[in-house]
T-cell receptor, first 110, second 116 residues
Framework: EDKVVQSPLSLVVHEGDTVTLNCSYE??????LLWYKQEKKAPTFLFML????IEKKSGRLSSILDKKELFSILNITATQTGDSAVYLC??????????FGKGTRLSVIA | KAGVTQTPRYLIKTRGQQVTLSCSPISGHRSVSWYQQTPGQGLQFLFE???????NKGNFPGRFSGRQFSNSRSEMNVSTLELGDSALYLC???????????????FGEGSRLTVL
């Protein structure tokens, strides 16, 4: 059974801190790993990773995948209160649906 | 283009009742997936429909059912509601074709169901 484990489940940081969120997975026929941000209701897409070692970057957010060790990290530098959200990691293996981890709840305090 | 639209956004039911939730995908998307989100369990997959056929099904009891229409709109139904069915029900759409399906889903705002 495909499995995604995120850590930590929650964390609280101060504005300006850098955070690293972790996602490990066990999946057959891996095709992609995706990160989503969920602030209130609808998760919104952040990154999709398919190849090891290639960093995806968007502003202060970046992510990288290690297909040998079966994990990905999401980094957020210079955090702001607007980064407070649940960050979801999901893996896709082709004909099966996305499998999500339970998410990491990030709280950024001023 | 318009995003994924879910209705109703909020609803309150009592145990034993049944509920129907609706989802209109992004224009051109043929796959619709449904997820249940609860604080303790995260997003759990319910089912996926593609071209009016159920393509995948999660581990939920038979009280949970769904369907997809020819215009790709989808409905899900929960019968004989239980307190534990209280959750945010998220619908997501994608292109769905095997050659273009990279797994990225586009989510609606969700339907918040409270069962009393």
């Amino acid at each position: 059974e495909d499995k995604v484990v995120q850590s930590p489940l929650s964390l609280v940081v101060h504005e300006g801190d850098t955070v690293t969120l972790n996602c490990s997975y066990e999946v057959t026929n891996f095709r992609s790993l995706l990160w989503y941000k969920q602030e209130k209701k609808a998760p919104t897409f952040l990154f999709m990773l398919t190849s090891s070692g290639i960093e995806k970057k968007s502003g202060r957010l970046s992510s990288i995948l290690d297909k040998k060790e079966l994990f990905s990290i999401l980094n957020i530098t210079a955090t702001q209160t607007g980064d407070s959200a649940v960050y979801l990691c999901a893996v896709y293996s082709g004909n099966t649906p996305l499998v999500f981890g339970k998410g990491t709840r990030l709280s950024v305090i001023a | 283009k318009a995003g994924v639209t879910q209705t109703p956004r909020y609803l309150i039911k009592t145990r034993g009742q049944q509920v129907t939730l609706s989802c209109s995908p992004i224009s051109g998307h043929r796959s619709v997936s449904w997820y249940q989100q609860t604080p303790g369990q995260g997003l759990q997959f319910l089912f996926e429909y593609f071209s009016e056929t159920q393509r995948n099904k999660g581990n939920f009891p038979g009280r949970f059912s769904g369907r997809q229409f020819s215009n790709s709109r989808s409905e899900m139904n929960v019968s004989t509601l239980e307190l534990g069915d209280s959750a945010l029900y998220l619908c997501a759409s994608s292109h769905g074709g095997s050659l273009v399906n990279t797994g990225e889903l586009f989510f609606g705002e969700g339907s918040r169901l409270t069962v009393l």
